[in-house]
């Protein structure tokens, strides 16, 4: 008997124009101690059937159809009263990023306490010896203490233990995570991911896991349910559908998920996309404006070299030089970047890989060290002249499509801004021409020209930024996590097109990811980064082949993927 | 947390001495004040000597000095126009302006944040509409309109109200005069109290409102109701106090204004404040009055700087330890 039983759930948003039908006759089912999988892309559904089991649906959003049994008992047409009885005591939830899940301005001992003699009959100090022992539980050291402490005063991965716990203050029989390890680094993933895993089994949970993650379904689920834009394309045993999937969906999600253990050379893509195939103007780079008078000079030995980059920043400031603190982003970063290659930087947050891009942009000043662009000194450019001229062979796309755009500008005024700033065409009607191949070579179409970034996917408006960054006709590219933040399917076009572009115009890139695979089919070479220093370069293959320092081993171990299923399988299999 | 605090009053201090040279700079050049005292018919001679009585031919340096010293002891010199000492010529008036503003302020907080509030989480019920347009007509009719209206209706069509001054007062200390105690009193006050505190009241009621569905949006909020919180406890434990730190730093602001500029409700309901006194002074070219009234006026904005300071670091734990390590 499942614990959780969703028949039929058809979830609709009502709007003026129309209905959207966000998700649709999808059927679940979990047992007690059980993990399932929800996994799927961005729009496809899964954070709405999660939101629909607790009851939290965003206005205007109503369960069209379909029922929901929580243990035997029908929940999805209970009063709002009795719903919010049920979350917290008899369904936990867990979102996706825990810097914000906590209220910032309540200690963890008030928001577990509050919880908890929500939901069970004790006493004030009944409950906080509760709370003492689920952060235990979760893997807090020194619960007595740390208690006390506001959500501030936690790291990222101990933020989301107590989000966890507070998710299970009053033992539910079914726990919610939406996107539980989104958020984290990989090293942190692994262990939110491992205490899941425990807590479920210890307590005998049924727990739905909502991501869009195919690793974090391999690691952590027994059963898995793929959904694609509102409807449940294939549900079943994990192993059996990770390892021979039916529906086609299915087949190229798996195939697009970048490959840590082979390189390819193109990325796979997901081509189970209705009407994506437009066939786009290619321009000829040879006879195009693009391509023409790329006037830099060829140079001897490294496009970009980098020495001993020292980077601080003042934590506490103080009148007497002596007693300032700082911390030190950068600690004595070397490495060259030849022309024509891409150039990999590694590393969990922290590590200071965006600052080593934000120093070669010049957004920062080092407080050490040299860097040499084509044989110039970049840290002591003075001149206005130089600085901008520096600009146009250099530029930069940003982690977020969303914030990196400005949003009242029009397309076609994005793309032609670098244009006319560094006068690189005579005419306006020149630059229009210039503007249109772009969108056009960047596959996103003359029609974006008019329109406003609202009115792109994330992806296309990586596309925008990529437009943008050649409009300059730029030869060194950074690009810092330029596909964090979007789905596999549309990571692998854009990490295609900017493999294409590369060939095509011979850019050098300083590529950052914290994403191992991402990282494996994108460059030469590959820089391990830690707490400011770089720890290892090497070749792409020998770094993944035999890594040297025991922090790119742990990395490696880390990294989350489909191969640890059936790993894991054979063993259980052979045991 | 001490060198935070005592970190604010040294910039507190900084900000006493500039405006305590400007309003020294008053004397200096709006006018000779010597002109000012006396007729046309005193002689050069006569004039000389009131210079040299005053301090006025001593070096600026001095003369400054002496100002703040006499500034620090309550001592802003005499009045032109009444020849009386500035200090107690404000003394005698600030009660009754501190109390208009304190009775305005309260009015605008106690009706602006539960205002705020609902129409907040209530953003399509017709309260809310009404509570946002009636809003629009405060922050839209100028003061003095606002004022005049209400005297129309309330003290010469209704006759419930007095329509000025601040009726019967009871001393309460040698420089204190207050109409709360009275019926009378507290009837007078009424109308001014509503007629300066509506803007603010407007003020904060839209921002409160703005705030209240911002923190509504946010993770822990859909956190705390996924907890099963009841609303009462997510609206008014989690939510109000994530909007405070943006409400304090204007009802703060406000509240400054609300004493240092409430000319313009004195003067329309004749009521003996500050600000009819600061009026004249104006009329009158009474400089130390001008200057006196600068210097209380900032002093008032810097010391509700500094409370609201703390209160950020009261309500905030995150700046508490930023501070603390700082």
């Given amino acids: 008997m499942s614990i959780l039983d969703i028949r039929g759930l058809t979830v609709q948003f009502p709007s003026r124009k129309d209905v959207f039908t966000a998700s649709r006759n999808v059927n679940l089912s979990v047992d007690a101690g059980k993990i399932l999988g929800v996994v799927g892309e961005s729009g496809a559904g899964k954070s709405t059937v999660g939101n629909a089991t607790i009851g939290l649906l965003e206005h205007p959003g109503r369960i069209a159809e379909g029922e929901i049994h929580l243990d035997g008992q029908r929940i999805d047409n209970l009063d709002p009263e009795s719903m919010r009885k049920l979350r917290g005591k008899r369904i936990g939830m867990i979102f996706q990023d825990p810097l914000t899940s906590l209220d910032p301005l309540q200690t963890i001992e008030f928001q577990l306490i509050e919880t908890i003699r929500l939901h069970l009959p004790l006493s004030k100090e009944e409950a906080r010896a509760r709370a003492v022992d689920l952060l235990n539980q979760v893997g807090i050291p020194n619960p007595e203490e740390r208690i006390s402490q506001y959500p501030h005063q936690f790291s990222g991965g101990m933020r989301q233990r107590v989000v966890i716990a507070l998710a299970l203050c009053a033992d539910p029989e079914v726990v919610i995570a939406d996107e539980p390890t989104t958020a984290l680094d990989v090293s942190i993933q692994a262990q939110i991911l491992k205490l899941m895993k425990r807590l479920c089994e210890e307590k005998n949970v049924a727990m739905v896991v909502i991501t869009h993650d195919m690793g974090v379904i391999a690691d952590l689920t027994d059963h898995v349910a793929v959904m694609y834009r509102g409807d449940l394309v294939e549900y079943g045993e994990s192993r059996q559908v990770l390892g021979a999937p039916k529906h086609p969906y299915t087949q190229s999600l798996i195939a697009a998920v970048p490959r840590p253990d082979v390189k390819v050379h193109r990325f796979p893509q997901v081509d189970y996309i209705e009407g994506s195939a437009k066939p786009f103007k290619q321009i000829d780079i040879s006879t195009h404006w693009l391509g023409k008078a790329r006037d830099y000079k060829p140079v001897d030995g490294p496009l970009l070299s980098v020495k001993d980059i020292t980077m601080k920043f003042l934590t506490k400031d103080s009148w007497f030089p002596k007693n300032r603190e700082y911390f030190t982003a950068l600690d004595k970063v070397g490495f060259d970047i030849y022309a024509g290659e891409t150039f990999g930087l590694v590393g969990e947050s922290g590590s200071g890989k965006s600052t080593v891009a934000r120093v070669i942009t010049g957004l920062y000043h080092p407080a050490g060290g040299t860097a040499h662009f084509a044989g110039q000194e970049l840290t002591s450019l003075k001149d206005k002249k130089q600085v901008l001229a520096m600009r146009r062979q250099m530029q930069m796309i940003f982690q977020d499509p969303f914030s990196s755009l400005n949003s009242r500008m029009r397309v076609r005024d994005i793309v032609a801004e670098p244009i006319k700033f560094h006068k690189l065409a005579s005419t306006n009607s020149e630059v229009n021409q210039i503007v249109d191949d772009l969108l056009e070579h960047v596959g996103l179409g003359v029609a974006a020209a008019a329109k406003f970034p609202h009115e792109f996917s994330g992806g296309q408006r990586q596309r925008i930024s990529i437009a943008r960054a050649l409009a300059t006709r730029p030869r060194f590219l950074v690009c810092d996590e330029p596909t964090s933040a979007l789905d596999v399917s549309i990571q692998a076009q854009i990490l295609n097109l900017l493999k294409d572009l590369q060939d095509e115009l011979g850019l050098t890139m300083l590529f950052i990811s914290h994403d191992l695979a991402v990282i494996r089919q994108m460059c030469n070479r590959i820089g391990v980064m830690r707490h400011g220093q770089l720890l290892e370069v090497s070749e792409t293959e020998e770094l993944f082949d035999t890594p040297k320092h025991a922090y790119t081993k742990e990395l490696l171990s880390l990294m989350p993927s489909m191969e640890g299923l059936s790993r894991s399988n054979l063993e259980e299999e052979l045991a | ?326």
């Avoid at chain 2, 009841?230 to 909007?243: E, F, I």
């Fill in chain 2, 1 to 326: 947390m001490f060198g935070f605090i005592s970190r604010r009053i040294a910039m507190a201090l900084v900000v006493m001495f500039v405006v305590a040279l400007i309003s020294f700079l008053l004397f200096r050049f709006v006018g000779d004040p010597v002109n000012q005292m006396v007729g046309v018919e005193t002689t050069p001679e006569q004039r000389e000597a009131l210079r040299q009585r005053l301090g006025l031919n001593d070096p600026v340096l001095t003369q400054f000095f002496r100002y703040i010293w006499g500034a620090v002891q309550f001592d802003f010199g005499n009045s032109y126009q009444f020849k009386q000492p500035v200090a107690d010529l404000i003394g005698r008036r600030l009660p009754a302006t501190l109390e208009l503003s304190f009775a305005s302020a309260i009015f605008a907080l106690l009706l602006g944040i539960p205002m705020g509030v609902y129409t907040g989480l209530n953003r399509d019920s017709w309260l809310s509409k009404v509570f946002l347009s009636v809003s629009l007509v405060g922050i839209s009719l100028p003061t003095f309109f606002i004022g005049i209206l209400f005297i129309f209706l309330f003290s010469v069509t209704l006759q419930w109200l007095p329509s000025f001054g601040r009726g019967e007062v009871v001393q309460i200390a040698p420089f204190w005069d207050t109409g709360f105690l009275t019926a009378s009193g507290l009837k007078a006050i009424i109308l001014p109290a509503i007629t300066l505190g509506l803007y603010q009241m407007t003020l904060i009621m839209r921002l409160i409102r703005a705030e209240m569905l911002e923190v509504m949006r946010t993770d822990h909020i859909k956190f705390a109701r996924a907890r099963g919180l009841p609303n009462r406890s997510v609206y008014y434990v989690h939510a109000l106090k994530n909007t405070m730190v943006p409400v304090i730093t204007i009802t703060g602001l406000q509240l400054g204004s609300i004493i240092a500029f409430a000319i313009i409700t004195e003067t329309v309901f004749q009521w003996p404040g500050m600000g009819i006194l600061f009026l004249q002074a104006v009329q009158n070219v009474d400089i130390p009055i001008m200057a006196a009234y600068l210097l209380l006026t900032a002093f008032i904005f810097v010391v509700i700087n500094l409370i609201v300071d703390l209160l950020y670091v009261v309500i905030d734990p995150r700046l508490r330890t930023e501070r603390g390590r700082a």
